[in-house]
């Protein structure tokens, strides 16, 4: 059964680097990984995706080892408005079908 | 630009009655989806649409009937409801592509049926 596990909580200080592991060792040669996260009351936003290699955006990076099974979401300095849930995501390409990790929730100390 | 709207936001249901959950996005989306979230879990995918006229089953659509008879609309039906159903729902769109699209979520409709 395809699956992601991740950490059930975390904690960063602020303007501190936050690394976010996601463990999917079943993960296949095909399948996208991608990072959304929750605010309460709000819907998943987008924050990154990848194939095999490193990502980067103007929002986080992502780390995929070569093996790819683990990533690893980076958000470079942590703010108070980073904490949330943060969701590690398989995508089989061309099955529109995102199956979600258990998520992380992100606690940010001032 | 409102981007992907749900109604309602919150409903209380009794055991058999019936409902439709309306969502709508603004983005000219080819593709459209629907997710239930049940408490400390992550989004589980109930049916999904990659065009209009067109729909089909995801993770776990027993219970459940869509219809996407517009473009921009994309329509989430109980016939009866029951207390399993108990949920916050999203709905999403995304863009077609060769390569992955991000999804986008509205704001979530919180439904509870006693």
């Known amino acids: 059964d395809a699956k992601t596990t991740q950490p059930n909580s975390m904690e960063s200080n602020e303007e501190e680097p936050v690394h976010l592991p996601c463990n999917h060792s079943?993960?296949?040669?095909?399948?996208?990984i991608h990072w959304y996260r929750q605010l309460p009351s709000q819907g998943p936003e987008y924050v990154i995706h990848g194939l095999t290699s490193n990502v980067n955006n103007r929002m986080a990076s992502l780390a995929i080892a070569e093996d790819r099974k683990s990533s690893t979401l980076i958000l470079h300095r942590a703010t108070l408005r980073d904490a949330a849930v943060y969701y590690c995501i398989r995508e089989a390409p061309g099955t529109y079908k995102y199956i979600f990790g258990t998520g992380t929730r992100l606690k940010v100390l001032a | 630009n409102a981007g992907v709207t749900q109604t309602p936001k919150f409903r209380v249901l009794k055991t058999g009655q019936s409902m439709t959950l309306l969502c709508a996005q603004d983005?000219?989306?080819?593709?459209m989806y629907w997710y239930r979230q049940d408490p400390g879990m992550g989004l589980r995918l109930i049916h999904y649409s990659v065009g209009e006229g067109t729909t089909a089953k995801g993770e776990v659509p027993d219970g459940y009937n869509v219809s996407r008879l517009k473009k921009q609309n994309f329509l989430l039906g109980l016939e009866s409801a029951a207390p399993s159903q108990t949920s916050v729902y999203f709905c999403?769109?995304?863009?077609?592509?060769?390569?992955?699209?991000?999804?986008?979520f509205g704001d979530g409709t919180r439904l509870s049926i006693l």
């Open positions: 079943t993960i296949s040669g095909t399948d996208y």
């Open positions: 983005m000219n989306h080819e593709y």
């Open positions: 999403a769109s995304s863009r077609s592509g060769q390569r992955s699209q991000p999804q986008h």
